[in-house]
């Protein structure tokens, strides 16, 4: 079977092999406690006394068979391990690869979103807290590309704002301004408070 027609690797995989890995790496040790229990022999420990006879001492064939079992056992756990190697490369390569996807489609979204937003005329620099601006919800920064009868298309300068503003006290108008990148629609109704003029904020034209 070719790399491409493997069926893709998927965190259960991982996990099952991990499960094989530590079944492996306990029957390991409860062999390795076997060789304890027989005087510490271990691995190396010679089987035969000082006279070259068969030690009386230990099990021999227990010994035996948990040495080759212990030697079959870490073939198979360097096998496991190299399984597990490939498998949390290829989940991380394909993680990397939809991460990557996904941020280009985010990039090029942003971008036809960038392109389909009408450009601002003016924004706004400061906002007075507890002023009719701050309370409709208006935030410096926010790039104006309609206030009232005002747009785009026909603004001019800073005077058409004021006028608009001047016959609009105490009547809400339809506000729309490009923060973040988005659209944000809000309703500011120009009126007196505690401040000076009818809005508590101030705005700059931008250069077109």
């Known amino acids: 079977m070719s790399e491409a027609e493997k069926p893709a690797v998927t965190v259960s995989d991982v996990q099952k092999l991990m499960k094989k ?3 492996l790496e306990a029957q390991i040790k409860a062999y390795y406690d076997v060789l304890d229990d027989q ?3 271990g691995m190396d420990g010679p089987l035969v006394d000082i006279e070259g006879y068969p030690r009386a ?3 021999l064939y227990q010994v035996r068979t948990a040495r080759h079992s212990i030697i079959c056992l870490q073939n198979d756990h360097k096998t496991i391990m190299k399984e597990i190697e490939e498998a949390l490369h290829q989940l991380h390569a394909r993680e990397k690869k939809k991460r990557e996807k996904d941020e280009a489609e985010a990039r090029v979204e942003a971008m036809t979103q960038a392109e389909s937003l009408p450009s601002a005329f003016a924004k706004v620099d400061t906002v007075t807290a507890g002023s009719p601006a701050s309370m409709s919800g208006l935030q410096i920064g926010d790039e104006i590309i309609e206030f009232g009868s005002v747009n785009t298309s026909n603004f001019q300068t800073l005077q058409n704002i004021a006028i608009v503003v001047q016959h609009s006290e105490g009547k809400p108008l339809s506000v729309t301004v490009i923060r973040e990148g988005k659209k944000v629609h809000l309703g500011l109704t120009p009126q007196r ?9 101030n705005i700059i034209p931008l250069q077109r």
Not at 193 to 201: D, E, F, H, Q, V
Request: proline share 0%; net charge negative.
């Open 21 to 23: 890995k530590d079944d």
């Open 39 to 41: 005087k510490g022999v």
């Open 57 to 59: 001492d230990i099990d």
């Open 193 to 201: 408070w505690s401040g000076k003029g009818l809005l508590g904020c």
